[in-house]
């Protein structure tokens, strides 16, 4: 080894790392999947690199993935003829976590096991995973095409540090060695790794092999130990999107969706689909469970992996579905792209913006069904990802119908924060005679409920929505009608809420209005510019008065927003 320096890890390494190694501990298998699916990646980087530059495989085309054991070292070993890493790799990815938001993410976290627990699995936990079972872990690593002499040995206890030295490599690729724990020796055991490479890492495209097992009680037996020299295939090994959905089970696509999402937690739902024709291009994707952590932050990657014709091209392809839709993960792959395209060509293909609107299509569509067919599951999807939707209506013209479909909100016709309605259900409620969809925006729900605005609907039993969200004023702005109903907010202008019930109740308004005439003139004189008009309302049954704004100002949700914008 030359060129051996020590070096530390980022603090939050040191920080992920200790976390990781307490909490995870009850899950501690999944060190292999993430090591597995880290080892396809390479596999899969290094063939769309080939497609330009074939030296790459160095006449070795055979992309495999090894998994090998040794009882008497305890020792776990996962190889790859992947697309490697050099020096610079491998300090950048095994000694620091690019992700943005990490320090956010990490000061999110409490102490509080559960949580915690949720949070990292959210925040996806990798490479460093292999720190659960070993305590000391050695990377050996040679970038594709670069020189045998140019191999990197990573190696750490986990602690704080780990060192780096250059060393010859013959084979291209990264092999990762972990020294189990004292207690961990379980792992070093041909049918254990077995059980797990199927249980978890079956799906992946690449073949994942290890060496053939020796019968029982044929240690003495020659032929027996001949056998053990031949490999086999220990996964299906076939990209899951492509077999046929029937041939699939939920703990197949379940385990697909952590592979390609990086996320620890589970998906809610998804959507499997080929289609032939014009368009041809065949989809997997998968609404989440839980929002990610960095649902917010506008960097933060997104989109789908691409692949065309079966061969990975991208991760993040962010051009095949619209932002509201960001939460979504999957696999499109399309037999209408050519195998050279970048980022920017992209950006240029029509086919793109087909399978743009395919795509979204088929997303709103999984949704709308998971809303009819399992409501509780809608709830959850809602209660994660609804005011992502929100956005939707202002976003995706085409599609507003069905986004509106989508919307839940609070009512008065449970007067429960709990109990959601969809636009449909409040429509079928809907009295004769009732012409719009009335709602009303507030701060919170409470205030909302009480508001003095809703004592007239009250009365005549006239069902309104409540809604609480800060993107709910913003997004009614950019929806006018439902199902032919247009939406009035209740707080502005007339009301219009038909005739009085009846002639006895009219005269009676007609009277209480001329009994305030003077009380009118007065409030007007007092209140001068504060307010444009003074009038007599019926909407008030208990409240002696109240705001209104006019029919075209801004509400008072938003007005909050501008001001705090310093507008
Ligand atoms: P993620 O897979 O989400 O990117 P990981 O912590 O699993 O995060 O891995 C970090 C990075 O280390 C990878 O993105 C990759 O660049 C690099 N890496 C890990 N394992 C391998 C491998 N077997 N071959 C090449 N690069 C690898
Ligand atoms: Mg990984």
Redesign the pocket.
């Known amino acids: 080894e030359t060129q051996k320096e020590t070096l530390g890890f980022q603090t939050e390494v040191k920080q992920l790392l200790n976390l990781m190694i307490h909490s995870l501990y009850s899950n501690k298998e999944i060190f292999l999947r ?1 090591l597995i ?3 396809s ?2 596999a899969e980087k290094l063939r769309f690199e080939a497609l330009s530059n074939g030296e790459l495989y160095e006449n070795d085309g055979d992309l495999k993935i090894h998994v090998k054991y040794d009882e008497t070292a305890k020792t776990v070993t996962i190889e ?1 003829n ?4 050099s020096r610079d ?1 491998v300090v950048d ?2 000694g620091t976590i690019a992700k943005s938001g990490t320090a956010n993410f990490l000061s999110q976290l409490t102490g509080d096991k559960a949580k915690d627990n949720q949070l990292i699995g959210q925040f ?1 936990v ?3 995973s292999a720190f659960i079972v070993a305590n000391q872990v050695d990377v050996y ?1 040679r970038r594709a095409g670069a020189d045998v002499a140019e191999g990197v040995h990573w190696s750490s206890k986990g602690e704080g540090e780990f060192t780096i030295a250059t060393v010859e490599k013959a084979g291209r ?2 092999q ?1 060695v972990l020294h189990l724990k004292d207690g961990e020796e379980e792992f070093a055991n041909g049918q254990r790794l077995r059980t797990l490479v199927r249980k978890y890492s079956d799906h992946i495209s690449m073949p994942v092999v290890m060496q053939k097992e020796a019968p029982l009680g044929s240690e003495d037996d020659e032929e027996a130990q001949a056998v053990v020299e031949e490999e086999e295939t220990v996964n299906s090994a076939t990209a899951l999107w492509t077999r046929n959905k029937g041939d699939i089970s939920d703990e197949e696509y379940g385990e697909f969706y952590k592979h390609i999402s ?1 996320d620890f937690g589970d998906a809610l739902t998804w959507g499997h689909n080929r289609v032939e024709g014009n368009l041809e291009y065949t989809s997997l994707l998968y609404v989440p469970e839980n929002a990610p952590y960095d649902l917010w932050n506008r960097e933060a990657p997104r989109g789908l992996k691409l692949y065309i014709q079966r061969v990975f091209i991208m991760d993040q392809a962010d051009q095949f579905l619209p932002l509201y839709l960001r939460f979504i993960k999957g696999v499109v792959d399309s037999n209408n792209l050519s195998l050279n395209v970048s980022r920017e060509i992209l950006q240029q293909d029509p086919s793109v913006d087909k399978l743009r609107s395919a795509l979204t299509k088929r997303v709103l569509d999984m949704l709308t069904k998971l809303g009819k067919n399992d409501p509780e599951k809608y709830r959850k999807f809602w209660n994660a990802f609804g005011s992502v939707i929100k956005e939707g209506p202002a976003e995706d013209y085409t599609n507003r119908d069905k986004i509106t479909k989508l919307l839940r909100f609070a009512s008065t016709h449970e007067d429960n924060p709990d109990t959601l309605v969809s636009l449909e259900e409040y429509v079928s409620r809907m009295q004769e005679g009732q012409e719009k969809i009335y709602y009303i925006t507030a701060e919170n729900y409470n205030t909302a409920k009480n508001s003095p605005h809703l004592e007239i609907f009250r009365k005549k039993g006239i069902e309104v929505l409540l809604m609480t969200e800060r993107v709910d004023e913003w997004m009614m702005s950019h929806l006018f009608d439902f199902d032919g109903k247009s939406f009035q907010d209740v707080t502005k202008g007339e009301l219009e809420l038909g005739d009085a019930d009846s002639e006895e109740e009219k005269k009676a308004q007609e009277e209480a209005a001329k009994e305030a005439e003077s009380l009118v003139e007065r409030l007007k004189e007092r209140l001068e510019e504060r307010v444009s008009e003074v009038r007599v309302t019926h909407r008030l049954t208990d409240s002696p008065a109240c705001l209104v704004l006019n029919a075209y100002d801004m509400g008072a949700q938003m007005r909050q927003i501008m001001e705090a914008a310093g507008q």
Do not use: K, P, Q, W
């Not at 992947?82 to 890493?85: A, D, S």
């Open positions: 993430e699916s880290n080892a990646d390479a790859d992947g697309i490697g890493m790799d990815h095994l996806g990798g490479f460093y690593t690729g990264t990762i990086h």
